[in-house]
């Protein structure tokens, strides 16, 4: 397939963060306690430094890799002999999982959390925050997906799929809109929606170490890490609803935003706070 990847990515990664922008402007579900321009601004800051980052160390050797473990004939997919739409709907399901698990050990294991806990530091949810991910946790998380490739296998073009898809899950997981119940519900019962993920977001332990799914939600439900979002609204909707009251001076500071995983009194995923009680 004749396919420019990277020009691809690009297209819908700004695609979809344009119209997710545009509709929570036009429809936001949580009011904007803070200015939406410094949010912008510095979200898009950290987009554009972690973009030079993938270009240089991440981009380019992760695609050499894949060509490298086809050469070997390695990987699950291989094995099994999937070819054609079947090893690209099968590497998208695959590596979703793979990311579930990622993304719970981000929360359980300290040295991770030191980095990842830099997303959840935001005082807010909407899809600008699905931008604010610390450099480190990206070149840990390249290391991860390399084994992950060795595993399964996957094509090039499965591979960019897998990634587009997952840029546009997380900006719309993220970003600031919500549907009617009934809608919600149906929604929420194949993949994951804002109102999903948001309860991921809560300050409340109870669902902040919870629903870890990116794109598929049944992983969650299938390994018992599910918190109903409905109940979770309550832990949101108030003052210090969202984000973690212990790194408040993360959320808007670059420099103690990016020093912060290199603090020796860096926080034990242990000791995160549970929302304060009224």
Same mark, same amino acid.
């Given at each position: 397939?004749?396919? $420019?990847? $990277?020009?691809?990515?690009?297209?819908?990664?700004?695609? %979809?963060?344009?119209?997710? *922008?545009?509709?929570?402007? *036009?429809?936001?579900?949580?009011?904007?306690?803070?200015?939406?321009?410094?949010?912008?601004?510095?979200?898009? %800051?950290?987009?554009?430094?972690?973009?030079?980052?993938?270009?240089?160390? !991440?981009?380019?050797?992760?695609?050499?890799?894949?060509? @490298?473990?086809?050469?070997?004939?390695?990987? !699950?997919?291989?094995?099994?002999?999937?070819? $054609?739409?079947?090893?690209?709907?099968?590497?998208?399901?695959?590596? /979703?999982?793979?990311?579930?698990?990622?993304?719970?050990?981000?929360?359980?294991?300290?040295?991770?959390?030191?980095?990842?806990? #830099?997303?959840?530091?935001?005082?807010? +949810?909407? +899809?600008?925050?699905?931008?604010? @991910?610390?450099?480190?946790?990206?070149?840990?998380?390249?290391?991860?997906?390399?084994?992950?490739?060795?595993?399964? %296998?996957?094509?090039?073009?499965?591979?960019?799929?897998?990634?587009?898809?997952?840029?546009?899950?997380?900006?719309?997981?993220?970003?600031?809109?919500?549907?009617?119940?009934?809608?919600?519900?149906?929604?929420? #019962?194949?993949?994951? =929606?804002?109102? @999903?993920?948001?309860?991921?977001?809560?300050?409340?332990?109870?669902?902040?170490?919870?629903? @870890?799914?990116?794109?598929?939600?049944?992983?969650?439900?299938?390994?018992?890490?599910?918190?109903?979002?409905?109940?979770? /609204?309550?832990? !949101?909707?108030?003052?210090?609803?969202?984000?973690?009251?212990?790194?408040? /001076?993360?959320?808007?500071?670059?420099?103690?935003?990016?020093?912060?995983?290199?603090?020796?009194?860096?926080?034990?995923?242990?000791?995160?706070? =549970? #929302?304060?009680? /009224?």
């Amino acid at each position: 397939m004749n396919i $420019d990847l $990277d020009t691809g990515k690009l297209i819908v990664f700004l695609g %979809g963060l344009l119209f997710f *922008l545009g509709v929570e402007t *036009l429809a936001p579900k949580r009011p904007w306690r803070e200015s939406r321009f410094k949010r912008l601004l510095f979200h898009g %800051g950290i987009a554009a430094l972690n973009t030079i980052l993938i270009r240089l160390l !991440i981009y380019v050797p992760l695609l050499l890799w894949i060509v @490298f473990v086809e050469q070997q004939g390695w990987g !699950i997919s291989r094995w099994l002999g999937l070819t $054609d739409w079947v090893e690209v709907v099968a590497a998208l399901v695959v590596l /979703d999982l793979f990311d579930y698990f990622w993304h719970r050990a981000n929360h359980r294991v300290t040295f991770l959390w030191r980095f990842h806990k #830099a997303h959840h530091a935001d005082t807010a +949810v909407d +899809v600008t925050t699905g931008l604010r @991910f610390h450099p480190g946790e990206l070149l840990i998380s390249a290391l991860a997906k390399a084994i992950w490739i060795a595993i399964w %296998g996957p094509t090039a073009i499965a591979w960019f799929l897998f990634e587009a898809t997952v840029s546009l899950c997380a900006q719309f997981h993220h970003s600031n809109v919500d549907f009617p119940d009934h809608i919600e519900r149906g929604i929420s #019962a194949l993949i994951v =929606t804002p109102r @999903f993920h948001v309860s991921h977001h809560a300050v409340d332990r109870h669902y902040g170490d919870a629903n @870890f799914s990116t794109i598929f939600s049944l992983w969650d439900r299938l390994f018992r890490s599910y918190q109903r979002p409905e109940s979770g /609204d309550a832990a !949101i909707n108030t003052e210090y609803g969202l984000g973690l009251p212990e790194a408040r /001076d993360l959320a808007f500071s670059p420099s103690a935003w990016l020093v912060e995983p290199f603090q020796s009194n860096n926080l034990n995923v242990n000791n995160r706070k =549970t #929302a304060p009680s /009224d």
